[in-house]
Nanobody, 121 residues
Framework: QVQLQESGGGLAQTGGSLRLSCAAS????????MGWFRQTPGKERELVAT???????NYADSVKGRFTISRDNAKKMVYLEMSSLKPEDTAVYYC???????????????WGQGTQVTVSS
């Protein structure tokens, strides 16, 4: 059974910084892309940033230059460094990972339970 556990959310002021972490655990053969998504009430979940197993990064335009995604393959973790935070960054942030459980299985997406980030103005 695969689990993704986020940590590091909380309250920050405008212009401040927060760091999110996500650890993958369980029966894992390999992890492909890992990433972060966010969602606010009444809106669809949106991509924030992703990083491939080879380190290629992709960011939403709204966070480019302010957020940095990274991963530690040995620890099966992904991080999101958020700086210059804005009130519009307030959302529940979800960790996502595309994981192959067995060598012969197809990879599928897994999600964490979400962590709240609130940026006060």
């Amino acid at each position: 059974q695969v689990q993704l556990q986020e940590s590091g959310g909380g309250l920050a002021q405008t212009g401040g910084s927060l760091r999110l972490s996500c650890a993958a655990s369980g029966s894992i053969f390999s992890i492909n892309t890992m990433g972060w998504f966010r969602q606010t009430p009444g809106k669809e979940r949106e991509l924030v940033a992703t990083v491939s197993s080879g380190g290629r990064r992709n960011y939403a335009d709204s966070v480019k230059g302010r957020f940095t995604i990274s991963r530690d393959n040995a620890k099966k973790m992904v991080y999101l460094e958020m700086s210059s935070l804005k009130p519009e960054d307030t959302a529940v942030y979800y960790c996502n990972a595309n994981i192959r459980v067995y060598a012969v299985s197809f990879p599928r997406d897994y999600w964490g339970q979400g962590t709240q980030v609130t940026v006060s103005s």
